[in-house]
C-alpha cells in the first residue's frame, strides 16, 4: 500500500460508527484520508464514541434515505465510497426481515444511485458477506464464481447488494466517462475488539471470560474463517487503491473479491474458544446442543481468496492465535482501566509499521 494516496483523499465511509466501520474510521484517520461519515445515530457509550475517530464530517440518518445519500454525496464530493451501512447480524434477520432487507438493499441502491449522478465519484466498494454463497456442505472453499444463493433474510440480502452491484457496473459505470470503478468484498467471522454483538461467538466468549462468567459454546464442531479485523479492513483498503489507479481499464479490476483467513485461521469452534480461554486465568466453558437453533447454522463455511492474493498483493498479517491474544490483551486493558482512544490507535499504529 502506498499510505500516502490516502493522504488528504476526500472518503465517504457508510456504517462508520460500527464495529468495522470504527476500525475503519481509525485506519482511515492514521493515513490521513478526509472522511464522511454517515450512520445511524452514535449510542452513547458505544465503542466508536469511546475511541473518538477523527472524522470530519458526520451525518446521522438511515442510509435508506434515498434523498439525503444523495445530497450528501453531492455536499461531500468522495472520490472513493466504502460502504460497510448494513444489518449485519444472521440471528436478527430472523426478527425484523423486513428491515434488514430494507438497509440492506435499499441503502446499496442508494449509494449506487447517487454514485451514478455524482462527478467526483470514482470507485465504490460494497462490502457484504460470505453468506451470499450457496452452501453445498462439501467443505470446499467457495470462490467468487461459485453459486449464489439464499435461504434466509439476511443472505437473501446480501445476495442482492451483489446483484445490484453487478448491474450497475455493466449497465450504467463502465458505460459513463469517466469511469467509475466497482468491487463487492467478501468476508465473514471477524474478529477483534469493539464487537459488542453478543449474538456472535467470539464478543460472547470475550465477555464472559474477561468478567469471570463460563460461556456455553454450541456446534464445537463448526468450522468459520475466523480472520483479524484489521487484516480485513486492510485489503478492502488495497482494493479501493486499485480500483482508483486503474478506473479506466475498470473491467479488469471490479467485481467481488474474498477476503478470508490463512489456513490455520480456518479452524473450529471449539479450537479457538481453547485458544481464547488460555488468556485468561481460571477460566473454563462448557459445550451445549444447538439442535433447536434458529437460523440453522451451517457446519463448514470456507473462502479462497486467491483472487485478492494475485490481484492486490493481500494476504493476512496475524494468525489467529495472535489475533485472539491480540483482542484478549486489548480487552483486559481495558477492564484495567486503559483509555480505548489510546489502545485502539496504538493497534492500528502497529499494523501498519
Known amino acids: ?21 470504527s476500525w475503519m474510521s481509525l485506519m482511515l484517520e492514521y493515513l490521513g484520508a478526509e472522511i464522511c461519515g454517515y450512520s445511524l445515530p452514535i449510542e452513547k457509550g458505544s465503542f466508536y464514541d469511546r475511541v473518538r ?16 445519500v444523495k445530497d450528501t454525496i453531492h455536499a ?5 465510497i466504502l460502504h460497510f451501512a448494513a444489518h449485519s447480524s444472521l440471528q436478527g434477520s430472523m426478527d425484523i426481515p423486513d428491515y434488514i432487507l430494507k438497509t440492506n438493499i435499499m441503502g446499496t441502491l442508494n449509494i449506487l444511485e447517487s454514485a451514478r449522478h455524482s462527478g467526483t465519484v470514482r470507485v465504490v466498494v460494497i462490502v457484504t458477506s460470505d453468506k451470499c454463497y450457496f452452501n453445498t456442505g462439501k467443505g470446499e472453499a467457495y470462490k467468487e ?30 458505460r459513463r466517462e469517466p469511469a467509475i470503478a466497482i468491487a ?16 456472535r461467538l467470539f464478543p460472547y466468549i470475550f465477555d464472559c471470560f474477561v468478567n469471570g462468567k463460563t460461556p456455553e459454546i454450541r456446534n464445537p464442531h463448526a468450522v468459520r474463517p475466523w480472520q483479524y479485523v484489521l487484516d480485513v ?3 478492502y483498503l488495497l482494493l479501493a487503491e486499485k480500483l482508483y489507479h486503474n478506473a479506466e481499464h475498470a473491467s479488469m479490476y471490479n467485481g467481488p473479491y474474498n477476503f478470508g483467513p490463512a489456513a490455520d485461521g480456518f479452524a473450529d469452534v471449539k479450537h479457538v474458544t481453547e485458544i481464547v480461554s488460555k488468556c485468561f486465568r481460571n477460566s473454563s466453558y462448557k459445550m451445549i446442543s444447538a439442535k433447536d437453533h434458529i437460523p440453522k447454522e451451517t457446519k463448514i463455511l470456507m473462502l479462497d481468496s486467491t483472487k485478492a492474493r494475485n490481484i492486490l498483493g493481500w494476504r493476512p498479517k496475524y494468525s489467529i492465535e495472535d489475533t485472539l491474544r491480540e483482542t484478549a490483551q486489548f480487552m483486559k486493558d481495558e477492564k484495567n482501566g486503559q483509555a480505548l482512544e489510546q489502545l485502539a490507535r496504538e493497534m492500528v499504529r502497529r499494523y501498519f509499521i
Open 76 to 80: 461531500w464530493a468522495p472520490e472513493i
Open 184 to 199: 463487492t468484498a467478501r468476508a465473514s467471522n471477524v474478529v477483534g475488539p469493539g464487537d459488542y454483538n453478543y449474538t
Open 233 to 235: 479492513l486492510y485489503g
Open 145 to 174: 464464481d461459485s453459486v449464489l444463493w439464499a435461504s434466509d433474510p439476511y443472505s437473501a440480502s446480501k445476495v442482492c447488494q451483489e446483484l445490484l452491484s453487478e448491474c450497475y457496473r455493466e449497465t450504467f459505470f463502465q
Open 53 to 68: 475517530p477523527q472524522v470530519r464530517n458526520t451525518v446521522e440518518a438511515d442510509i435508506a434515505d434515498a434523498k439525503l
Open 1 to 21: 500500500m502506498n499510505q500516502l494516496f490516502w493522504k488528504g483523499r476526500k472518503v465517504l465511509l457508510t456504517g462508520h460508527s460500527g464495529f468495522k466501520g
